[in-house]
C-alpha cells in the first residue's frame, strides 16, 4: 500500500515557507513513518494549499486564514487513519467541546 503523499503550496511573495516548513514539520512529527512525503511547493498570488493526495484539506481563502497545528493534524488524521488517537491534541477538542 502507498502511503500518502502531503503538498503544502505556499505564495514566496507573501514569504509563507516558514510557515509551511513548520506545518511540514508538525506533520512528520506526529505520523512519520505513516506518510510517504510531505512536499512544500512554491507558488505566487498569495495561495496556501494543503492536500492530501488529491483531496484538498485547507485552502487559505475558502478556510479563512492559516490551520493551527491542532486542526490541520485532526484533518489528516481523519482521511489517513479515523481511528488513530492524537493524545492531547484530542482530548483538548473534547474538552473544549464540553464548554459550550
Not at 494549499?49 to 488524521?77: A, N
Request: proline fraction near 5%; aromatic fraction near 8%.
Amino acid at each position: 500500500m502507498d502511503k500518502p503523499r502531503i503538498s503544502i503550496t505556499y505564495c514566496t511573495q507573501c514569504n509563507w515557507l516558514l510557515r509551511s516548513g513548520w506545518m511540514a514539520q508538525e506533520l512528520l512529527q506526529t505520523f512519520g513513518t505513516d506518510l510517504g512525503e510531505v512536499a512544500l511547493i512554491p507558488g505566487t498570488g498569495g495561495i496556501f494549499e494543503i492536500r492530501l493526495g488529491d483531496e484538498m484539506i485547507w485552502e487559505r481563502s475558502r478556510d479563512g486564514g492559516f490551520p493551527g497545528p491542532k486542526e490541520l493534524k485532526q484533518r489528516v488524521r481523519d482521511v489517513i487513519d479515523p481511528e488513530r488517537d492524537l493524545g492531547h491534541v484530542d482530548r483538548a477538542a473534547k474538552s473544549e467541546g464540553l464548554d459550550s
